[in-house]
């Protein structure tokens, strides 16, 4: 049986914006995934105050939340983005990786819901917070 969390690494790490982002897929379960960016200089939004750009962050949530629901048991065969809100709680400690944790908690018959928090070194205070819709495409005769 392939290892899946070999499989997602290697599938993440073969986009060109994760890969140009630094993304590292660290953990993947039954509609769960982890996913590590480092502090980049390229990814500063204000050089004055060295954080990460929002927009950066955003990517890596939208990433996180996508691989989640690819790995849900619902066993979707692609998905895409349909909705994502975010809300910034503070800046990204400047120097410190940011690892967004998604979680597909529900699924129905064409949509997948996802949470997702983004944290630097003090998980205790998250950098942002999320919740999406992403598409839903099953394999023809799947569940419903």
Known sequence: MPDILTIARQ????L?????????????????????MPWDARLVGDPATGVLHGGAISALMDTASGAAVM???????????????????RPASPGQ???????????TRS???VRVVACDDD??????MGTGAFTLD???GGAS
């Open 11 to 14: 599938f993440i790490e073969a």
């Open 16 to 36: 060109p914006f994760s890969r140009a982002l630094g993304m590292q897929l660290t953990e993947i379960g039954a509609g769960s995934a982890s996913i590590e």
């Open 71 to 89: 790995s849900h048991p619902a066993a979707p065969i692609s998905t895409a983005t349909l909705d994502l809100r975010i809300d910034y709680m």
């Open 97 to 107: 990786r940011i690892t967004a944790r998604a979680e597909c908690h529900h699924v």
């Open 111 to 113: 949509v997948a819901f």
């Open 123 to 128: 998980s205790a205070r998250p950098v942002a």
């Open 138 to 140: 099953r394999p023809k």
